[in-house]
């Protein structure tokens, strides 16, 4: 039973690209947290900090784009 359920949350990801649109800086994560005043929360995978934005272009991408770009050759 914990086996099925380790394969159905694992299969339900989402991976999601970040633009700050005032400085154009790109982050990649793996969840959103959101405020009422529509802020963004959330930890850059990339950096490993935590990011605050008021204001943001949330796209969510596939797992290869996403790992892709984290994990950059």
């Known amino acids: 039973m914990a086996l099925f359920l380790m394969i159905a949350v694992s299969g ?3 991976y999601y690209k970040i633009t700050d649109p005032a400085s154009g800086k790109v982050y990649y ?3 959103i947290d959101k405020t009422g005043s529509g ?4 930890k850059d995978e990339v950096t490993k900090s935590q990011v605050t934005l ?3 272009e949330v796209l ?3 797992e ?10």
């Not at 290869?64 to 050759?73: E, L, M, T």
Request: hydrophobic share 25%; net charge negative.
């Open 54 to 56: 008021p204001t943001s």
């Open 60 to 62: 969510e991408i596939t």
């Open 29 to 31: 994560t793996e969840d």
């Open 64 to 73: 290869d784009q996403y790992k892709a770009n984290i994990n950059p050759r």
């Open 39 to 42: 802020t963004i929360l959330f």
């Open 12 to 14: 339900c990801a989402s």
